[in-house]
Nanobody, 127 residues
């Protein structure tokens, strides 16, 4: 079992940047496809970005494409989400998720596909 802990959230103004981190413990992160999801008040949890085990394959929600970048450092057991040009509509609790897979280039976009979740970190973007 892997434990995931997010950090890096905060309150910023529109147009600013934040870098979220997800630290994994308990297992080797290289065995896991990873993703970021977010949930705004009164809304369902939605997919933000995903990255394959090796980092060679990534995918983004249309709403963040070109502004957010997901990356991973398997040697440090961490996954990052670089968020640039933040908008008020990006305000949400951001969750890191992971699922073990044998497929090195596998990307998971559905929340149901992930076994492990962090506790979330709040991102608030003011206008």
């Amino acid at each position: 079992q892997v434990q995931l802990v997010e950090s890096g959230g905060g309150l910023v103004q529109a147009g600013a940047s934040l870098r979220l981190s997800c630290a994994a413990s308990g297992r080797t992160l290289s065995d896991y496809a990873m993703g970021w999801f977010r949930q705004a008040p009164g809304k369902e949890r939605e997919f933000v970005a995903a990255i394959s085990r090796s980092g060679g394959n990534t995918n983004y929600a249309d709403s963040v494409k070109g502004r957010f970048t997901i990356s991973r450092d398997n040697a440090k057991n961490t996954v990052h989400l670089q968020m640039n040009s933040l908008k008020p509509e990006d305000t949400a609790v951001y969750y890191c998720a992971g699922t073990r897979t044998l497929l090195i280039l596998s990307i998971k976009k559905g929340s149901y596909e992930y076994e492990y979740w962090g506790q979330g970190t709040q991102v608030t973007v003011s206008s």
